[in-house]
């Protein structure tokens, strides 16, 4: 599989402190890659590098093959950018602004035309497209930051929080046009302080603090990197002595505790045990009113990771 | 997923005119600069006229008028018109943000630079353009006929050409502190130093001639052979600044009078009772004058513009 963003020994300093640190990353085509990390983690100073709004210390970055460095166009022609809070011009309308954009990416008079309404109805955003963009709110801001990423259907989208100041229906809006995105054949790189928003449309992840890099694989198989206890919490209408005794033979179980007719079961694997555990419930004379595995999302994973890296740091 | 191609250099460089135009024809400031050109060109126009009827005194027919009025706004005008015009053109895209998306696009920084500039200069033309119109159609209803309106082209491009040398220096400040505060701050500094330093200099020093090596009003000198020997003389002869910001002016006298000369000469305090006079320092063709003072505003625009381009060229945006 060919790479859309790869980086080098990247790093970046501002003065002593270094925001990006032999940063070697990996994003495959076609993919939508998550770009995980607590405020201050590097993941914005790394985008900046990659657009060429910043250059590198040490180390290099190749879009799609190409080295980024200074004002390479034919490298932005395939770079659509969204940056984080993106701020425009007030003066100008969003129709203008999109018009000239439009036509730095080459789009002809006609494609602009046909093409801008879309996008506008596309972002949700479409019956103020003529209105001055100062006089947009934050969130109509946000959805024009993502219209002009995707303006010129570029091959690699790197879109740096673009839920921020949105609402929780502009969030879910926008995750699902980014899940369009990549339907058309784009590359996503998704920076992302939601984990949730990462888990629900990235299908690769990197994990990233003090400019470092974490890990970066496929979320399934980073969650099954991180040996860790998943625990499985249960809800049965009756709670007997019996059901507790056979659960805790179960040889995956490490810990049964109990809580009225509540179980918190700790389990020493990462396989998915929770028919075994709801058959012994069952053959103990139980009946479940919930469960719920824990332990084993990316959130989990992500809060193991910057605990661990915090620790090492600390040390 | 459409496979895009570059946009030609010239597509490039008309979109971000367009941006900047659309920035420009909008900007309060310009406007309002704009209204307080036009209040003074009228002021101008009106004032002698307005005089003479209140001591009734009839407004005589002055069929130069025109030709020697220029654009109505002077040196002050061409500085102000250059400030609000460019002070936020590269400085206030990195105080917003809005310099991001645009860096990001698939256009080198060089394009940027050179179709903000050129917005700022059609932005001028066309200000400048009406304000001469404006001047010209005035003058001939006060005035009656004019003479030589056929060279108020000369007008405009040197007006321009003034005003683009205030532009290169405030761009340079705008884009090496990336803050509008100080390109301003340091605009007007330059702005009112030159014009005590030259005044101050060219009156009393026998150095004025350095100042025509500096942005501005320049020297003091006057028009003719041989410099006036008493007040009377130093209030009515014609008196000619030769720095950047009289370029206009100064090409239409010398096209008008070629073979005119430059006197320069300072204030000499002799005492309580004698009072002052004026000693000739030198005199040099005013064709040298012209051309000195093209020639420096070559240079200053070229030095600055260079600097501007370069902070932009090099620039990283790290916030």
């Known amino acids: 599989m060919s790479l859309a963003i790869e980086t080098a020994n990247l790093t970046k300093r501002y003065g002593r402190l270094t925001a990006v640190d032999k940063l070697s990353l990996n994003v495959s085509a076609n993919t939508i890659h998550g770009f995980l990390g607590p405020n201050g983690a590097g993941k914005t100073t790394t985008i900046k590098v990659l657009v060429g709004l910043l250059k590198p210390d040490e180390g290099e970055a190749r879009i799609f093959g190409e080295e980024v460095s200074g004002d390479k166009a034919d490298v932005k022609l395939k770079i659509g950018y969204m940056p984080e809070l993106p701020k425009f011009p007030k003066h100008l309308k969003g129709s203008e602004l999109l018009d000239i954009y439009g036509r730095m990416y080459g789009l002809s008079e006609q494609q602009r035309r046909d093409e801008l309404p879309k996008l506008f109805d596309s972002v949700g955003l479409k019956g103020r497209e003529n209105d001055l963009i100062g006089k947009y709110s934050k969130g109509m801001q946000q959805r024009l930051g993502i219209a002009q990423a995707l303006l010129s259907e570029p091959e690699l989208v790197i879109l740096d929080e673009p839920s921020l100041?949105?609402?929780?229906?502009?969030?879910?809006?926008?995750?699902?046009?980014i899940k369009g995105v990549v339907k058309a054949g784009m590359t996503v790189f998704l920076s992302s302080h939601l984990l949730f928003e990462v888990q629900q449309v990235c299908s690769h992840v990197t994990i990233i603090n003090r400019g470092v890099a974490l890990v970066s694989d496929t979320i399934e198989n980073v969650s099954h990197k991180i040996k860790g206890p998943?625990?499985?919490?249960?809800?049965?209408?009756?709670?007997?002595?019996?059901?507790?005794?056979?659960?805790?033979?179960?040889?995956?179980?490490t810990d049964v505790k109990t809580e009225d007719n509540k179980l918190n079961i700790s389990l020493g694997t990462q396989d998915d045990v929770r028919s075994q555990v709801s058959e012994t419930i069952t053959g103990s004379g139980g009946t479940i009113v919930s469960m719920n595995l824990t332990g084993q999302s990316l959130e989990?994973?992500?809060?193991?990771?910057?605990?661990?890296?915090?620790?090492?740091?600390?040390? | 997923m459409t496979k895009r191609t570059r946009a030609s250099w010239r597509t490039n460089f008309l979109a971000v005119v367009r941006y900047e135009l659309l920035w420009n024809i909008r900007k309060k400031k310009i406007l309002g600069v704009l209204i307080l050109a036009f209040a003074l060109a009228t002021?101008?126009?009106?004032?002698?006229?307005?005089?003479?009827?209140?001591?009734?005194?009839?407004?005589?027919?002055?069929?130069?008028?025109?030709?020697?009025?220029?654009?109505?706004?002077?040196?002050?005008?061409?500085f102000l018109f250059a400030l609000v015009s460019v002070m936020n053109s590269i400085s206030g895209?990195?105080?917003?943000?809005?310099?991001?998306?645009?860096?990001?696009?698939?256009?080198?920084?060089?394009?940027i630079y050179l179709g903000k500039i050129f917005a700022a200069l059609l932005t001028m033309l066309g200000a400048y353009t009406l304000l001469i119109i404006y001047l010209a159609a005035g003058g001939y209803i006060i005035y009656g006929p004019q003479n030589n309106l056929d060279l108020l082209f000369i007008t405009l491009l040197g007006s321009i050409v003034s005003?683009?040398?205030?532009?290169?220096?405030v761009l340079a400040a705008g884009s090496v502190s990336k803050s509008s505060m100080l390109a301003a701050l340091l605009g007007i500094g330059v702005w009112l130093g030159l014009n005590i330093t030259s005044g101050i200099l060219s009156a009393f020093s026998n150095q004025a001639a350095i100042m025509t090596y500096a942005p501005g009003n320049g020297a003091s000198g006057t028009l003719g052979t041989s410099p006036p020997t008493n007040q009377t003389n130093l209030i009515t002869m014609e008196s000619v600044s030769t720095g950047t910001d009289g370029i206009a002016t100064n090409l239409i006298t010398y096209v008008l009078h070629p073979s005119d000369n430059v006197t320069?000469?300072?204030?000499?305090?002799?005492?309580?009772?004698?009072?002052?006079?004026r000693v000739a320092l030198y005199s040099e063709p005013l064709s040298m004058v012209v051309a000195r003072s093209i020639a420096v505003a070559a240079v200053y625009i070229f030095v600055f513009n260079f600097i501007a381009w370069y902070a932009l060229k090099r620039a990283q945006v790290a916030e």
Do not use: C, H
Request: no cysteine; aromatic share 6%; proline share 6%.
């Open chain 2, 163 to 169: 005003t683009l040398v205030w532009m290169s220096i």
């Open chain 1, 230 to 253: 998943a625990t499985l919490q249960i809800e049965v209408t009756k709670l007997t002595k019996t059901l507790v005794e056979n659960l805790r033979k179960l040889p995956f179980v």
């Open chain 1, 165 to 177: 100041g949105l609402d929780p229906v502009g969030m879910v809006e926008v995750r699902e046009l």
């Open chain 2, 93 to 111: 895209e990195f105080e917003s943000g809005s310099i991001v998306p645009l860096l990001t696009k698939p256009i080198s920084r060089t394009t």
């Open chain 1, 300 to 315: 989990d994973v992500f809060m193991q990771l910057i605990g661990k890296a915090g620790e090492e740091g600390g040390q």
């Open chain 2, 43 to 78: 002021l101008t126009l009106a004032l002698p006229v307005v005089l003479n009827n209140l001591n009734n005194l009839k407004t005589e027919p002055n069929p130069d008028y025109v030709i020697t009025t220029g654009t109505g706004i002077g040196s002050f005008g061409f």
């Open chain 2, 264 to 277: 320069f000469s300072k204030i000499e305090i002799l005492g309580p009772r004698e009072g002052i006079r």
